[in-house]
């Protein structure tokens, strides 16, 4: 099969296509014949030379969608034949991809495969940090910054599904237009607004319940002077730096609290426990198109190093595909 590594660490011409065996599923694991995988920033980090997770694949990609050709033993929710989109940790830029069973999820009707495979690290990562650690809720204000984004945009459309009014910040008139279609109570746009400002006005001086912040650096503390009482403030990346100074004082006078995770390290069991919570609750939205991945460009797979390069210019408006051809 045709899969796509870093032959070395580097900027995107570091990508090459090569030849690898079509790997064999083991017990509980699923092997999909790949239509399409989302390109992520952990991909260009781990180009970049990033270390991988001990017994990972070199083959990139963190998702991808596609058919399930072969299962290993133990495996009896799905079957050869069956559309799936799934959650890896690693091997997606392929023809081929293994994945835990368990971290595979059904692809609703109506949603192809190739959109499918912006699904699962938007899902998996929205859902544990928006909805559990910042335990949004029904009727809460939201802050997202680079909403314009795969899973900024995906955020956007769920906490909307779970009644919530969302504020988002992008980059540029293009991605203000874009959440202005997706409905948001308010598209702000970094380059000319101040999104302190625009808060205290929406919401007459009380601030957000939840920020999820994508930027880091000098937006947290002001995120937290956008933050309402007992406001939680998730971090989802640091595009700005990751190191900040930081005012307890606001944290104590406000009861404010601050959170963050990332998901490739996350244990087998725990991604398990959130893919049984994402069928739950996300896959109704996705089978009534409440929710819908937000795909800027598809690529063969043979332009990998262009789809890394849309991502660091930060070009993108939703999700950037690599697809594999039939």
Known sequence: MKAVIA?????????????????TPQAGEVLIRVAAAGVNRPDLMQRSGAPIPP???????????????????????????????ALLNGGGYAEYCLAHAAHCLPVPAGLSLQHAAGVPEAAFTVWHNLFELGRLRTGDTLLIHGAASGVGSFAVQCAQAAG???????????????????GVWRAVDRHSEDFVDVVNHLTEGRGVDVVLDNVGGAYVARNLAAL????????????????????????????????????????????????VCIRSRFLPWLACSAVRPQIHAQLPLLQAAEAHRLLEANANVGKVLLTVAK
């Open 228 to 275: 309402a009482m007992g406001g939680r403030h998730v971090s989802l990346a640091f595009l700005q730096g990751a190191h900040i100074e930081l005012d307890l004082q606001v944290l104590m006078r406000k009861n404010l609290s601050l959170t963050s995770s990332t998901l490739r390290p996350k244990s087998h069991a725990e991604k398990a426990r959130l893919a």
């Open 164 to 182: 919530a009014r969302v504020i988002a910040t992008a980059g540029g008139p293009q991605k203000v237009a874009m959440l202005q279609t997706l």
């Open 55 to 85: 017994g990972a694949t070199d083959v990139l990609g963190l998702e991808a969608a596609g058919t399930v050709v072969a299962v290993g033993s133990g495996v009896d929710e799905f079957a050869p034949g069956d559309a799936v989109m």
């Open 7 to 23: 032959r070395e660490p580097g900027g995107p011409d570091v990508l090459h296509l090569v030849e690898r065996p079509v790997p």
